[in-house]
C-alpha cells in the first residue's frame, strides 16, 4: 500500500494564492502519474491536473488553465499544485492521486488516494 501525505490548503480571498504539496511514502514515486482531484459536497469527485512520472508540462481541466501549475520533485517524493488567482468556485477539498497508467487531461485511473485538504477560497 503506497501512503500519501498531504499538506497545504486553507482559507484565502478571491485572487490569492495557495500551494498543496502530496509527499508520497514510497520508493516507487517516479513509476507514478501524480495528479489532483477536488470534491465538493453533494457532487464528483472531479480531475483538475495530472503529471507524467518523469515530470513535464501538465495537464488540465479547462476552468483552471492558466491559473494552476502542477510540478513534482522526484527527490523529495513529491508533487505539489501551485494555485493563483483563486476564485469562489475553486473551493474544494483537494485530494492527490496516483495513477500507473497513461494519463490524459480526460482520463487519469486513480490507484491510490491522498488524504485531502480543504481549500477555501472567499469572494
Given at each position: 500500500?503506497?501512503?500519501?501525505?498531504?499538506?497545504?490548503?486553507?482559507f484565502?480571498?478571491?485572487?490569492?494564492?495557495?500551494?498543496?504539496?502530496?509527499e508520497?511514502?514510497?520508493?516507487?514515486?517516479?513509476?507514478?502519474?501524480?495528479?489532483?482531484?477536488?470534491?465538493?459536497?453533494?457532487?464528483?469527485?472531479?480531475?483538475?491536473?495530472g503529471?507524467?512520472?518523469?515530470?513535464?508540462?501538465?495537464?488540465?481541466?479547462?476552468?483552471?488553465?492558466?491559473?494552476?501549475?502542477?510540478?513534482?520533485?522526484?527527490?523529495?517524493?513529491?508533487?505539489?499544485?501551485?494555485?493563483?488567482?483563486?476564485?469562489?468556485?475553486?473551493?474544494?477539498?483537494?485530494?492527490?492521486?496516483?495513477?500507473?497508467?497513461?494519463i490524459?487531461?480526460?482520463?487519469?485511473?486513480?490507484?491510490?488516494?491522498?488524504?485531502?485538504?480543504?481549500?477555501?477560497?472567499?469572494?
Open positions: 500500500q503506497v501512503r500519501l501525505v498531504q499538506s497545504g490548503g486553507g484565502v480571498q478571491a485572487g490569492g494564492s495557495l500551494r498543496l504539496s502530496c508520497v511514502l514510497d520508493r516507487t514515486f517516479d513509476r507514478y502519474s501524480s495528479g489532483w482531484f477536488r470534491q465538493v459536497p453533494g457532487k464528483e469527485r472531479e480531475f483538475v491536473s503529471i507524467t512520472g518523469s515530470g513535464g508540462a501538465g495537464v488540465y481541466r479547462d476552468s483552471v488553465k492558466g491559473r494552476f501549475t502542477i510540478s513534482r520533485d522526484n527527490a523529495k517524493n513529491t508533487t505539489y499544485l501551485q494555485m493563483d488567482n483563486l476564485k469562489p468556485e475553486d473551493t474544494a477539498v483537494y485530494y492527490c492521486a496516483l495513477s500507473s497508467s497513461h490524459t487531461a480526460t482520463t487519469f485511473h486513480v490507484e491510490y488516494w491522498g488524504q485531502g485538504t480543504q481549500v477555501t477560497v472567499s469572494s
